[in-house]
């Protein structure tokens, strides 16, 4: 069984701002999340939508409903003024490269977690996981940094 210090479940926005602070205690860190790429909703959803798309921020991707959701956004001259935006690209781009960088912090993607063993006062003391990674983790301290509270279901 493999151990660990911290384990992260999720590596959304929340599971990655976890996770690397962690790992640059000295904490030997696991971040664990279902899909190919760490990211979560920053990376893998339509949000570029709301916020601005591509390298312009003056393009954008959606003007049907949102011009109602944020009418604010398109009274204003894009010409003169700079909008915000993020490219989901550049995002994901960054979590892979400040990741990478923290020697205390394993990344198992495409890695489900299965199932959860408890100890004494349901105190998590395991998980199980599968996908990329085959294996039963244990941990010192467990979080949860899924959207859907996966870990904490369980």
Not at 66 to 92: C, M, T, V
Request: hydrophobic share 40%; aromatic share 8%; glycine share 12%.
């Amino acid at each position: 069984m493999d151990l660990f210090d911290v384990i992260v479940v999720g590596a959304g926005i929340g599971g990655i701002s976890s996770a690397v602070p962690a790992a640059r205690t000295g904490a030997g860190t696991l971040l664990v999340d279902s899909n190919e790429h760490i990211g979560g909703t920053g990376v893998h959803s339509p949000l570029g939508l709301l916020c601005g798309c591509g390298p312009r921020a003056d393009f954008w991707c959606n003007e049907g409903v949102l011009q109602e959701f944020f009418p604010h956004l398109w009274g204003i001259d894009r010409a003169k003024e700079k909008l915000w935006y993020y490219d989901s690209n550049d995002l994901a781009e960054r979590y892979a490269t400040v990741t990478a960088k923290e020697p205390n912090l394993t990344v198992w993607s495409a890695t489900t977690l299965q199932s959860v063993k408890v100890g004494a006062g349901k105190a998590i003391q395991s998980i199980r996981v599968a996908g990329k990674h085959h294996a039963d983790v244990a941990g010192k301290v467990f979080i949860d940094g899924t959207a859907d509270g996966n870990l904490s279901a369980l």
